[in-house]
């Protein structure tokens, strides 16, 4: 079984620039989330989705974030424009709805400069 | 506010010598504790899920314990191949499924 699969695996861009990060859940797992681990914090929760809906999304920190998460299947994360703080690790995760656990990606590192 | 602290932040062990990493936790309504590990370069990788005090979980030479404050991993005769960051996160009643991660703890096991 393929496991998340997140795309880029790095990306460097400059402040102001647009960024759109990919995650491929596993197959079948209707739960998609995003977190987040900015540099010296913990991993923080961003928004979580049931197929194409967005159950929560109370850990979005501002307006510039947009997911989305089309047919149920791969989701993605735009960034627009980016800033200096948006930088860090974004993990994607997984689990099928009769599952309690999550299959976390090997995450998206952001660079902005 | 909820707020899971995990303790120490790093550890440097010798091969053979047993340890305990510590996840002490604040939270209204736990639904369960998530014990995760993290290589460099890696996402998160599950080990145990606990949801009651008393309840114990072990996997080779690791052991996670909780009780109604805190949770323990320990470290039984660890090798280098244990050398890793352990992540602590817990999961609220009222919270969907989210967690909510300590900062980790780093440990190096040195041959």
């Known amino acids: 079984e393929a496991g998340v699969t997140q795309f880029p695996s790095h990306s460097v861009i400059e402040k102001g620039q647009t960024v759109t990060l990919r995650c491929d859940p596993i197959?079948?797992?209707?739960?998609l989330y995003w977190y987040r681990r900015v540099m010296g914090k913990e991993i923080k929760f961003l928004l979580h989705f049931v197929k194409e809906s967005k159950q929560d999304e109370s850990g979005m920190p501002n307006n510039r974030f947009l997911a989305e998460r089309t047919g149920g299947t791969y989701s993605t994360l735009k960034v627009q424009p980016a800033e200096l703080e948006d930088s860090g690790v974004y993990f994607c995760?997984?689990?099928?709805?009769?599952?309690?656990?999550?299959?976390f990606g090997a995450g998206s590192r952001l660079t902005v400069l | 506010e909820d707020q899971v602290t995990q303790s120490p932040e790093a550890l440097r062990l010798q091969e053979g010598e047993s340890s305990s990493l510590n996840c002490s936790y604040t939270v209204s309504g736990l639904r369960g504790l998530f014990w995760y590990r993290q290589d460099p370069g890696k996402g998160p990788e599950f080990l145990f899920t606990?949801?009651?005090a008393g309840e114990e979980k072990e996997k080779e030479r690791l052991k996670a314990t909780l009780t109604k404050k805190e949770s323990f991993l320990h470290i039984t005769a660890p090798k280098p191949e244990d050398s890793a960051t352990y992540l602590c996160?817990?999961?609220?009643?009222?919270?969907?499924?989210?967690?909510?991660f300590g900062g980790g703890t780093r440990v190096l096991v040195k041959p």
């Open positions: 197959s079948g797992h209707d739960n």
């Open positions: 996160a817990v999961q609220l009643s009222v919270a969907g499924n989210k967690l909510t």
């Open positions: 606990l949801y009651s």
């Open positions: 995760a997984s689990r099928s709805s009769g599952a309690n656990v999550l299959t």
